[in-house]
């Protein structure tokens, strides 16, 4: 592919900021951009990102983007009004989900799904479990019921036939006689969204596919038109919620994979920029305006989750880095509950109004209002260039009148104690990705990012046992930096749903390698320049009765039309991954492989995180800026104030300090010290007694 200039740029567009990272190719050179997001249309913000950080946008020659376009569709239910149609006897699997329930306890719980009972209708058809074909589809009916939609004001379509999965032949009929008639491109069947068995899930995550196309579309359409406007030809990559990237056309066409887009780059920055450190083992902790959403990577792999919740009734199956996220971002409010306990989220400011010292109409406390006032924070220099200073006052006031007078407390005590609650909240994230699943806290460091993150690193340490803390050179923009160094990424996944025993190992090889083979040619037609590419192959397995399936990864290559695979080695992986995950594995009960997973993946150029280094040239003096007073503990603490892009490679910051930097503050303890690393990051540990 011909670039028409040499800027790599990776776009994070959050709730509060937009956040651009621009790494130009001839030179090495790299450059941080951060803007207020627009709501209403990101695309202005996303525009005025990258017209700050580059003077013609016709030097840019790949923007790869994550973005919150989708997410925020499902989170908020503003989709677009979509239609099923489906097999007769089952226009309710999206309503009936798995008989779960919004609360646990009570007899109270309402569920409304994206697509309303007047909307799902209903086609005489069935295929069998096993793919026989029982009754045709009529395409006459399912043009009927597609015209019937379309009055009904439907601007998208999902076909979901039962068992489609195993024969994708009447859905494929039903395609057809509906485009016939659908006045746009936004129809989807099952079959080739997600052709695997488990109806619920099938026809949430197609439905969801459908309900996300012209509103992800529409925004992606935007966005080629105003680069184009100014000059651009820049091809346009989109972040999956897997941590792959995919062209724009394909994201078009399978929104639903850009669920989690955005934090999902931050978490492939993390593990990069950890693993060229020597930290193989890292908990990222994301804090944004809303939330604080936490991954782990062990060994230097970030896991991933065949499914995820976006919401109550929401499932999306799809790959997806697997993350835990909790209402604790900077924009959280601080609230007394009736039995007089301070909660922090998980309602939030957000960015507009945003926080009380915002001034800009918000008036209950939140996270960034009890930093302000500790002084962890600077009024005078807030981040984003959003606002000229920060009103310290009105957020003392607003803590003093929601948190200080209902618990009795002082309001310095009360911001304290907002800091202590969020700090506790955010230590259980932790320990559930890493207690709670047999890891070892002292093993990991953690890696915090997001415009807040860093605030909080030390008492995560402290509070979960954490052995240091690795502060990445941008942490406000990590997740921008993760969209550059992102891989292409296509995953499929194909029901066989047999015993071991019964399985025809030759047709099980032929669908390995045309799945596989599928996929490079999907990363052949992206035009994108691969340093090289590889094909994993993965089984869902369990012994026959089980309902719960564990991920077997299998050592395959594709090589002269064959992979290879054996029912001997199926077997072998198989035991091995039962042993790792449960202990040791069954004896004298047959084996079952559920699905088929195959991804292809095309490895981009990564760039040397050393031209990240701080200038050679700078000191230790020169970078210390002032000190202030800053509330720790019960009282003031003098603290040094530095300018944390100017500290030289080799500095150690001792606590009590405050780091700042136009995307991010760090704080550091008092019984901490930061040190900065060969890339210029810095690495958080307790300080050496005696």
């Known amino acids: 592919m011909s670039k028409q200039g040499n800027l790599v740029v990776g776009v994070d567009v959050g709730g509060t900021f937009t956040d651009v990272f621009f790494l130009d190719e001839a030179n090495g050179h790299c450059r941080v951009v951060k803007v207020p997001s627009t709501f209403g249309d990101q695309s202005i913000g996303f525009i005025e990102g990258l017209k700050k950080g580059s003077d013609s946008l016709a030097k840019i020659a790949t923007v790869v983007h994550g973005t919150t376009v989708g997410t925020n569709a499902l989170l908020e239910k503003k989709g677009a009004k979509t239609g099923i149609i489906t097999t007769t006897g089952f226009r309710d699997v999206l309503e009936m989900r798995r008989r779960d329930r919004p609360q646990t306890w009570g007899l109270w719980g309402n569920f409304e799904p994206v697509v309303p009972r007047d909307l799902r209708l209903e086609v005489d058809e069935r295929t069998l479990a096993d793919g026989t074909i029982h009754q045709a589809v009529d395409p006459d009916k399912v043009a009927e019921a597609a015209r019937t939609l379309i009055e009904r004001g439907a601007d998208s379509l999902a076909i979901i036939f039962i068992n489609a999965y195993a024969n994708n032949a009447n859905e494929q009929a039903a395609l057809e006689a509906a485009r016939a008639v659908w006045p746009n491109a936004y129809v989807n069947t099952s079959s080739d969204i997600l052709p695997e068995i488990r109806e619920f899930e099938r ?101 991933l989750a065949p499914q995820t919740s976006i919401d109550f009734g929401m499932v999306v199956r799809t790959p997806m880095i697997e993350m835990t996220t909790i209402g604790a971002g900077g924009g959280s409010i601080a609230w007394v509950d009736r039995g007089g306990l301070l909660q922090i989220g998980p309602q939030s400011a957000g960015s507009n109004p945003g926080p009380v010292c915002y001034g800009l109409g918000n008036d209950h406390p939140t996270v960034t209002d009890a930093n302000v006032v500790l002084g962890r924070i600077n009024s005078e220099r807030p981040i984003g260039g959003k606002l000229d200073r920060l009103d310290v006052e009105a957020a003392k006031a607003a803590i003093k009148r929601d948190i200080g007078a209902p618990l009795g407390l002082e309001t310095m005590a009360a911001a304290e104690a907002i800091i202590r609650v969020a700090n506790s909240r955010m230590a259980g994230a932790l320990r559930l990705v890493s207690v709670e699943r047999g890891h070892d806290p002292k093993n990991f460091a953690a890696m915090p990012f997001g415009g807040g993150g860093a605030l909080h690193a030390g008492a995560l340490i402290k509070e979960v046992g954490l052995k240091s803390a690795l502060v990445p050179r941008y942490p406000g923009i990590n997740s921008a930096l993760g969209c550059v160094i992102a891989d292409m990424r296509h995953d499929f996944v194909q029901t066989v749903n047999n015993p071991l025993v019964d399985m025809d190992i030759a047709d099980i090889d032929r669908q390995l390698v045309a799945l596989g083979e599928d996929g490079l040619a999907r990363l052949d037609a992206s035009s994108v320049n691969f340093d090289g590419r590889d094909v994993t192959f993965e089984l869902d397995m369990s012994y026959v009765g089980q309902t719960h399936t564990v991920d077997v990864p299998m050592a395959l290559t594709i090589s002269n039309g064959s992979t290879g695979i054996t029912r001997e080695a199926i077997s072998a992986a198989f035991e091995a991954r039962y042993r790792e995950v449960y202990g040791r594995p069954l004896k004298g009960i047959a084996m079952r492989v559920l699905n088929l997973r195959v991804a292809a993946i095309g490895r981009r150029s990564k760039f040397d995180l050393r031209l990240l280094a701080p200038d050679p040239d700078g000191t230790f003096e020169a970078a210390r800026i002032g000190s202030r007073d800053v509330w720790i503990d019960g009282g003031w603490h003098q603290a040094g104030i530095y300018a944390r892009l100017d500290l030289p490679i080799g500095s150690a910051v001792p606590g009590p300090a405050i780091l700042e930097q136009p995307d991010a503050t760090i704080f550091i303890e008092p019984d901490l010290v930061g040190i900065v690393d060969e890339f210029g990051n810095l690495v958080i540990t307790r300080k050496e007694i005696g």
């Open 203 to 303: 026809t949430s995550t197609t439905t969801l596919n459908a309900y996300l196309q012209p509103v992800v579309a529409s925004y992606l359409d935007k966005l080629q038109a105003a680069l184009a406007k100014d000059g651009s030809a820049a091809q346009i990559l989109i972040v999956q919620s897997n941590g792959g990237v995919m062209t724009i056309e394909t994201a078009k066409s399978l929104p639903v994979r850009t669920a989690l887009s955005g934090p999902a780059a931050g978490v492939m920055a993390s593990a990069y920029i950890a693993g060229e450190a020597g930290f193989d083992n890292v908990i990222t902790c994301d804090m944004g305006g809303t939330s604080f959403d936490v991954a782990l990577v062990a060994g230097g792999k970030s896991a």
